[in-house]
């Protein structure tokens, strides 16, 4: 397991906005899905600047093999002709960025939609985000916040 620190995280979601600015979308809200993608979302609302902030819920889950998502909330605004980014800590099969993507463009109709994530699990995703900084492989990062999850693994 790849455990990273607070400092790390900040390091990470600080290249992750320089991507981001270096590519020209300059998004008019950012939406983070919870909860994994929290952290993201506050390090990118300061370094890129956005006032308009949103949240999605959703989890994702096996049944029959098959990967589901269910989305539990999006929030009852007016996105149309507006640029989206989607923010969530890492991406490991695509499938829940992908759903969660895909029901924001059916939803609002935004003029753009990009997605941003600190990593991705690059033996196992097949969507990749639009911008990530962090690469997956053969290890698990653990996040400072998921320090309850892996109790054998401190995390500072």
Same mark, same amino acid.
């Given at each position: 397991?790849? +455990? ?93 960025? +992908? ?58």
């Amino acid at each position: 397991m790849q +455990k990273l620190s607070w400092e790390e995280v900040q390091q990470a979601a600080d290249e992750l906005a320089e991507k981001i600015k270096a590519s020209a979308f300059q998004p008019d809200c950012i939406i983070g899905i919870t909860s994994g993608g929290l952290i993201p979302l506050y390090f990118l609302v300061k370094s890129l600047k956005v006032e308009t902030v949103f949240t999605v819920s959703a989890k994702s889950y096996e049944e029959e093999g098959e990967k589901k998502v269910e989305i539990s909330y999006l929030p009852e605004t007016d996105l149309k002709h507006k640029k989206v980014l989607l923010v969530d800590e890492i991406t490991e099969s695509g499938t829940s960025l +992908k759903a969660i993507a895909d029901a924001i463009c059916n939803k609002y109709e935004p003029s753009e939609l990009k997605t941003a994530t600190l990593g991705v699990n690059k033996d196992k995703c097949q969507f990749y985000p639009d911008f990530y900084v962090l690469i997956e492989q053969g290890e698990w990062i653990v996040f400072p916040w998921e320090k309850e999850d892996f109790p054998e693994y401190s995390v500072e």
